[in-house]
């Protein structure tokens, strides 16, 4: 973690001088940053957007020589097909040269825990080498840690900068959770600063929420907001363990600790296992969960 932050705190000096230097000629420059999506229902797509406009940066979607069916079963079932043949999805040639660029932008939904194979497709054609690489995804439960660990294992010499990640369902709350993330990330501002965006709209500081403190045997209380949360949620059947919570932007964030258990007695059911959920309680509305880490 201290080396990232060093690593981090480097590229920022150097990023920030380079920008007071280039700034009289900044408008005439090529940008700096890429976006790169793939995106099969819009949600992605729209996040993709929203950080091109951001950040002022260039924007490609990935798209596929043969796209998938739109229908849900069909895409699973292809994707299944694919994965026992070991194929991936062909795609598109990029326009863009990835090699022109500082910082890779890369969007994808979360399929069956990780990136969408068009992203595995893309990460055998494209070299990150040396290239700050921002993941960014949308999901119906989670999946940005798992599908970050895999970037990084697929692309071991890129800088993979801990990303952002919303679930479908709260897309609404997204544009002000990137403006979170985009303030946090110092070295992002100064991409900001190089790539000609109004600095000043984005300069109040920003939510730095605190680490969550250990967790306590979860009270009454606590297993009803765990239980509000993730009801009518199909894809999860759990029960809250522990937890502890921390001051949020507008309200209180619960990191839970609970036991997921199969969902229908099959035998190709995921056995019971430990999930962190995080939830979400702000002023005068129900609770929701943000993400779900397996
Ligand atoms: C084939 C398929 C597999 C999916 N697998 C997962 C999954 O493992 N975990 C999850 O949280 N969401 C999963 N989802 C939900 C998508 O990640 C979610 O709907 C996402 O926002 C879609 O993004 P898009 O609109 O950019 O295509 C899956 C969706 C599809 C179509």
Known sequence: MKTLKLMMLAVLAVM???????????????SKVLVLYYSQTSNTKVLAQEIAKRLNADIEEITLEEPYDTAFQATI????????????????????????????????????GTYAPPIASLLEKVDLSGKWVVPFCTFGSGGL???????????????????YGVRAARMDAMPKELEQFLKRNSALMAVLDTTNVAVNEQADSPFVPADFPEQHP??????A???????????????????????????IEYEFTAMDMPREKKPDMPPASEIKVYVLVEKDKAPVFIRVVR
């Open 218 to 223: 979860v009270s009454a209380d606590e297993a």
């Open 16 to 30: 920030v001088v380079t920008s007071c230097s280039q700034k009289s000629q900044k408008s005439e420059k090529a």
């Open 145 to 163: 840690e798992s599908s970050m660990k895999d970037l990084a294992e697929k692309q071991p010499n890129a800088k993979v900068f801990p990303g």
């Open 77 to 112: 079932d292809r994707c299944k097909a694919d994965r026992e043949k070991g194929i991936l999805p062909e795609i598109k040639p990029l326009k863009a040269n990835v090699a022109d660029y500082e910082w890779i932008f890369i969007g994808y939904p979360i399929w069956f």
């Open 225 to 251: 907001i765990f239980d509000a949360a993730v009801n009518g949620y199909p894809m999860l059947n759990a029960k809250a363990k522990s937890v502890a919570s921390r001051t949020a932007l507008d309200g």
